[in-house]
């Protein structure tokens, strides 16, 4: 009973004698008042900061960075893009390009890039919370809606946010996007960019329309089990499909099938197809016209000593003769627009004497073991029935066209936000990093892992890939939609040009554009003919188009022969010489021949001298060792004066990224040089022939 | 009853015990043999992103005094802070090769890794192999170098990427010849690659790039150029004063 009584004494003292109260409140106050300044002097950051005093002291530059120096919170601060950065607090040397040595965090220096830290701040690039003033809490803060720093690798992500056109310096964001594009991940998941415009594929899956006629069930079959067996190059993923569904699926599949429309004019007729009776010799002479062709442009094939050699355009060759049936082979190379409308192989004017060794060639190409293990019973209507509600369960008809099913809609989820996804949205399988990254990159490799039952199939990405692909995803922010509109980088507008009237039905034949780029709309893999009009003279490009050689000693890939006839020639010169020209150049401003021998000869000595063109082209075949440029020895037959003149001057205004590099050249020195080029009209033989 | 639990606790020991040898996740390798020399079979000087492991494995063969590969030597790697070596040592195989996969660390330079291992004698024999990391600005001064460059500047010549280095009248010099690029400095280089070779009183075959290439391009070049030269470029003015 003692104890409490003498507690009460003393409060109550206490309270009773106002000295004895105040000096009490006073030393509370005190120590609260304390607690603020110990705070602040104990923190991270200004241990940091001491660091720094202590590490640029003894550096060669110490006073200009000692006068660079502030104590205290920095921040960089940009209302408009919401940012506000505190980074610089501890990280205070990344403006000081002399500690571009320092390898001790947080003190080196930014290394260069386009951008100033002032403009953009630290987080927009890197992630993290900026205002955050403990490491911590700045990098690793993983709570609602914190996001922590975004890993080294898939740096380039970043840069994706506003640069929606590949640029040099991201080699792996442009690998990435490539890959979304081209491996058919575009086809079920959306992907809409802050400027309004949604990604593109690129790839080019076959229609299913007449498949019956092409292969066989068994091919099919044993294509859905696994389509890398057949050709690691394959775009199409494996479904992990079970021995029943790909049962029903090929059973629905060739059920479904409509037969192929007959070709319009067929072609001359040609001995029965059998391929038992091909000797050798027709194998041989097919194999060289498959050369002479240049089918390995776009296809490739295994090749006697084992490696597969050649373009990823079309589809490998490996085996071609166990996978297509004869008949539509004939049919195919006879004019492949019957069976696909679409397609990117063009229509070769191949003749019968021709298309018979071709054929033997490509059917003497066999891989049975592929299809050896599979033994179907005829299907039944169930099965056929399983099969279509299978292919709609799996979406098969987002990349094929296929008879009767439609495309189904919102498939997959929408991607265009998935690098800011939350992560208490994400189910993470057990034992994986909780981070996105993670996930991203466990998804793309084992997507079924997740939940059962996904229908995302199983790619076969190497590691290089799937980090490419991460960094293209990761590239797909919140904060892109958010951030100041002048930030934004505008999304080049597709083109969608077509040449018209006559000569565009026979370039559409031909499928000029799967490998030439005219007015921004085509392939890559030949030269940009939007100014081929200007550039070449009429007789040379006839000779071209009737046999084409190369003009560059170096290439792989060439132009086929595609054994146009004298019209069909006359329409496309006519029309490429008319139609393809720009303004830029006056064809007729200059003569292509008759300048004066002194001009010539002048050319001739700064061609060798003062501007050693020798370095990349070959003007005499005998003593120039120039492989990298087009070889010149024909070239007063091949170009115009005009062109000529105007590239010497700039060639990348004629060809943007062209690798001649513009020399800045007098007019007087371009007109010597050009009387000199326009000079090399090779022997009559090949002018003429 | 007794006997039963007699009988089932020495099981337990039994397994526990069995367990407990198990239980060391990584027994520590044993070398079977040594050899008397590293070498490099391939997989240095690799061009990687901070943070990511190296596009093709690091190969370092183990060779005994004839030349041969020595099986079953063991060989462990080391490197800065932030490289990581999956696996960090291993046995040699039966052609005397060691691979390991190179994650370099976060921050874009050069990497010194290090492959050591023992001769018969006891002695550490060690071989430094570099391995660099490309920020941006050293990636984009590959690529622009990758097309306009390394047409000439290239020793290796390959299908996909044909190089005239052999063909050329005056050789050109491979950028990861220090010994020649580390005497210029940045203004010389910068000169070279602006107004061509006879800037520098050096070969006209060198074309002038500056009306082509931006002032960033060439910058990143000249980065491109410091990342891979060998030996390692010192820039002047990061010398500490004290020390």
Not at chain 1, 83 to 104: A, I, M
Not at chain 2, 5 to 31: D, K, N, Y
Not at chain 2, 179 to 185: A, I, R, V
Request: aromatic letters at 8%; hydrophobic letters at 35%; a negative charge.
């Amino acid at each position: 009973m003692r104890a409490p009584e003498k507690t009460r004494f003393s409060w109550g003292a206490l309270f009773h004698d106002p000295i004895q109260l105040f000096g009490a409140a006073s030393f509370v106050l005190l120590v609260v008042l304390a607690i603020a300044p110990l705070k602040d002097h104990f923190s991270e950051w200004r241990r940091y900061q001491q660091q720094y005093v202590q590490m640029i002291h003894i550096r060669r530059d110490s006073v200009k960075l000692m006068r660079n120096f502030r104590p205290g919170i920095h921040q960089i601060w940009i209302p408009k893009a919401g940012v506000v950065d505190r980074c610089e607090t501890c990280h205070l040397g990344l403006e000081e390009s002399s500690l571009g040595d320092v390898k001790t965090e947080p003190f080196g220096s930014h290394p260069p890039i386009p951008h100033q830290l002032t403009e953009f701040g630290c987080v927009v690039c890197h992630l993290g919370q900026g205002v955050a003033t403990t490491v911590t809490g700045a990098h690793d803060s993983t709570k609602e809606p914190d996001e922590p720093l975004l890993p080294a690798r898939y740096m380039e992500a970043s840069c994706g946010q506003c640069h929606h056109s590949p640029l040099m310096g991201t080699p792996t964001l442009n690998q990435g996007r490539a890959l979304l594009a081209g491996y058919g991940c575009l086809r079920c998941h959306t992907v809409n960019l802050p400027d309004g415009s949604t990604m593109t594929p690129t790839d080019d899956p076959p229609p299913l329309t007449h498949i019956a006629e092409k292969t066989s069930r068994q091919w099919i079959y044993a294509w859905l089990k696994d389509p890398q067996s057949w050709s690691a190059a394959a775009t199409m993923p494996n479904f992990l499909l079970s021995d029943a569904e790909a049962r029903d699926i090929s059973a629905f599949l060739i059920a479904n099938s409509a037969p192929q429309p007959d070709s319009g004019s067929p072609p001359a007729p040609t001995p029965a197809v059998d391929s038992s009776a091909a000797s050798a010799a027709q194998i041989a002479a097919g194999q060289a016209l498959y050369g002479e062709s240049f089918c390995a442009s776009c296809h490739a094939m295994q090749n006697a000593a084992g490696n597969v050699v050649g373009g990823n355009l079309g589809p490998e060759l490996t085996g071609i003769g166990s996978k297509v049936k004869p008949q539509w082979l004939k049919s195919w190379l006879s004019d492949p627009h019957v069976y696909d409308p679409k397609t990117l192989m063009p229509h070769f004017r191949w003749t019968s004497q021709q298309l018979t060794p071709l054929m033997d060639f490509l059917e003497s190409q066999t891989n049975s073991s592929f299809t050896a293990n599979v033994h179907l019973d005829p299907a039944t209507p169930g099965q056929i029935a399983h099969g279509r509600q299978l292919v709609n369960e799996y979406g098969c008809a987002e990349c094929h066209a296929i008879r009767g099913v439609s495309k189904p809609d919102n498939f997959a989820p929408d991607l265009s936000r998935i690098g800011s996804k939350p992560l208490a949205q994400i189910v993470f399988v057990a034992g994986m990093a909780h981070t996105l990254p993670a996930y991203l990159t466990a998804k793309l490799q084992h997507p079924r892992e997740f939940v059962p039952g996904l229908r995302m199939p199983q790619y076969t990405f190497t590691p290089a890939q799937v980090d490419a692909l991460a960094t293209a995803l990761l590239a797909l922010t919140d904060r892109s939609f958010t951030m100041p509109r002048k930030w934004q980088l505008a999304t080049p507008t597709p083109s969608n040009y077509r040449p018209a009237g006559q000569a565009g039905k026979l370039m559409a034949d031909l499928n000029c554009q799967t490998c030439h780029r005219i007015n921004g709309n085509g392939g890559d893999i030949a030269p940009d003919l939007s100014a081929e009009g200007s550039s070449v003279q009429r007789q040379w490009l006839d000779n071209f188009l009737k046999n084409p050689n190369t003009i560059r000693p170096t290439l792989i890939r060439r132009m086929p022969k595609f054994n146009l006839s004298d019209p069909e020639r006359a329409i496309l010169t006519d029309y490429i010489m008319t139609v393809y020209q720009i303004p830029q150049i006056d064809r007729d401003s200059m003569p292509d021949s008759g300048y004066p021998q002194a001009l010539v000869e002048q050319g001739k000595e700064i061609f060798y001298s003062k501007y050693a063109c020798q370095s990349c082209h070959m003007v005499n075949p005998n003593t120039d060792r120039g492989y990298i440029g087009p070889v010149l020895t024909t070239v007063g037959s091949r170009l115009t004066a005009a062109w000529i003149y105007a590239w010497l001057k700039d060639p990348q205004a004629l060809r943007p990224g062209a690798i001649e590099p513009n020399r800045n050249m007098s007019d007087a020195d371009a007109r010597a040089l050009t009387a000199f080029l326009m000079a090399q009209k090779g022997s009559g033989k090949e002018a003429n022939q | 009853m007794t006997r039963y639990l007699l009988i089932l606790e020495m099981l337990a020991l039994t397994i526990c015990t069995g367990c407990s040898h198990h239980a060391p996740p990584a027994p520590a390798l044993q070398a079977t043999a040594s050899g008397s020399a590293l070498a490099v079979s391939s997989g240095d000087k690799q061009l990687g992103t901070p943070g990511a492991p190296l596009p093709q494995p690091l190969v370092v063969d183990v060779n005994d005094d004839q030349g041969n590969g020595v099986q079953g030597a063991l060989v462990k790697f080391s490197g800065p802070d932030g490289v990581r070596f999956d696996p960090a040592e291993a046995l040699s195989d039966s052609n005397g090769e060691v691979s390991t996969n190179v994650t370099v660390g976060d921050s874009s330079g050069r990497y010194p890794v290090e492959a050591i291992t023992t001769d018969k004698k006891g002695k550490a024999l060690h071989l430094e192999v570099n391995e660099m990391a490309a920020g941006y600005q050293e990636m984009l001064g590959y690529q622009v170098q990758r097309k306009y460059c390394s047409r000439c500047h290239d020793p290796n010549s390959t299908p996909e990427q044909v190089s005239n280095y052999d063909n050329l009248a005056v050789a050109p010099h491979s950028f990861d010849q220090g010994n020649t690029f580390n005497k210029l400095d940045d203004a010389d280089l910068t000169s070279i690659i602006s107004h061509g070779g006879p800037a520098m009183n050096l070969s006209a075959l060198m074309p002038a790039y500056g009306s082509t290439l931006s002032k960033a391009d060439i910058r990143a070049v000249i980065a491109y150029i410091r990342l891979v030269s060998n030996p390692p470029f010192e820039a002047p003015g990061m010398v500490y004063a004290m020390r």
